[in-house]
């Protein structure tokens, strides 16, 4: 989001999404707001107003409620008809689809089976590329433009926004992605829906969150940015050693992570087949029934998180640890022995317990994250999502 209002040279484009952002932020705002807000008087805000109104990315509510300070103003909101992010996700199991309004909103949602470790890629890829359009069509009949469409995939992702370096669970290296998708890490659109979409209680914008299904991934953001590194691979959590001289991992390394906490690993631990339909939903009713085996192995992973996770911890001094995907469902019973070997091996014995957050958006996360990545841009441009409509 914009920091700070621009110059009265330089930046309209700027200045359009500072106050596109403060409606965002508000949900419903009168003009007068937006211009105390932001910076900038009434008359240049009302300028900017009359132009996303245009645009189609605002809509006027009408007298604002009772209760607000000074006389009663025009109330503004995003337009839940106007542009929509497309999101996808690939991952080992399944394929998933949706479209989101401007405020983050799902509108259209699918997902279907699908047995994709070591399966084509291009069939993988016709077959999203087939759940995308239904999504879309879908979205159009409800009123929604398609202005932008991520794809979450479980591997390492090239800065060009367009290629699968390796996705070792997926059995992929160097696949292309054709266009107009983009495409980004799981885990990297997990932490920036928790970021954008999280709810938390008080702002957290310096957080570790880690996401584990088949894989285990992790992502840094760091004052309110997602943390890529040097060559946009940050984040590998599962491929971090925990026992050294441990299994072979997918990776070819020994004793990494995935192979202590990674969902198959997990449900192999507790008695219950991986292949077997529903295997996290019975391995969620065995630990509510405390099942020995089930409470054993959830007790086993949340150790081997808490090792792994001690030392980013140390590095990197976050804000919060935040547990998300599949983990926000079993956080109950991997929370306890997690926590307890970070109060062990964390350095700064006053990390508060209450650090540790368990993310409310669940498996939905990184779904969510691909869409509103992708409908965001326009809140961050207005000036560009509105040339380009008026060219299309």
Not at 131 to 141: P, W
Not at 249 to 271: D, F, H, K, N, P
Request: net charge negative; charged share 20%.
């Amino acid at each position: 989001m914009p920091k700070g209002p621009g110059s009265q040279s330089g930046l309209r484009r700027h200045n359009l999404a500072l106050v596109a952002h403060a409606v965002a932020a508000r949900g419903e705002i009168s003009r007068a707001a937006v211009a105390a807000e932001v910076g900038l008087t009434r008359a240049t805000v009302s300028t900017l107003v009359d132009e996303l109104l245009g645009a189609g990315l605002l809509v006027e509510l009408g007298t604002q409620r009772p209760g607000t300070v000074g006389r009663p103003g025009t109330a503004l909101a995003l337009n839940d008809s106007g542009p929509a992010g497309i999101g996808a996700e690939v991952g080992v199991d399944h394929l998933a689809a949706c479209a989101v309004d401007l405020r983050g909103v799902v509108r259209v949602r699918a997902s279907v089976e699908a047995h994709n470790r070591d399966r084509p890629p291009a069939d993988v890829l016709r077959e999203l590329t087939a759940l995308i359009g239904d999504v879309q069509t879908e979205a159009e009949n409800l009123g929604l433009r398609a202005a932008g469409l991520t794809v979450a995939v479980p591997g390492l992702v090239g800065r060009d926004r367009r290629t699968v370096v390796r996705a070792p669970n997926l059995g992929w290296e160097n696949v292309q992605v054709p266009a107009p998708a983009g495409i980004d890490n799981e885990a990297n659109l997990g932490a920036l829906a928790e970021l954008w979409l999280g709810g938390h209680d008080t702002a957290v914008t310096d957080f570790i969150h880690v996401s584990a299904e088949i894989g285990i991934g992790a992502a840094l953001i760091v004052d309110g940015q997602l943390f890529r590194g040097a060559r946009g691979f940050a984040g590998e959590l599962g491929h971090v050693p925990v026992h050294p001289n441990g299994p072979r991992c997918s990776c070819g390394a020994r004793g990494c992570l995935e192979q202590y906490a990674g969902e198959e690993a997990v449900l192999r631990a507790a008695g219950i087949p991986p292949e077997q339909p529903g295997a996290l939903k019975a391995l969620h009713a065995a630990a509510a029934d405390a099942d020995l085996a089930a409470l054993k192995a959830l007790a086993a992973a949340g150790q081997a998180f808490g090792i792994a996770l001690s030392g980013a911890v140390n590095l990197l001094d976050p804000q919060a640890v935040v547990l998300g995907g599949p983990l926000a469902e079993l956080a109950p019973w991997l929370r306890p022995s997690l926590e307890r070997e970070l109060t062990h091996r964390v350095t700064d014995r006053q990390w508060p317990a209450e650090a540790l957050l368990v993310s409310r958006l669940g498996r939905d996360g990184v779904l969510l994250g691909a869409a509103y990545s992708a409908v965001r841009g326009v809140l961050d441009d207005p000036q560009g999502y509105a040339q380009a409509l008026s060219t299309a």
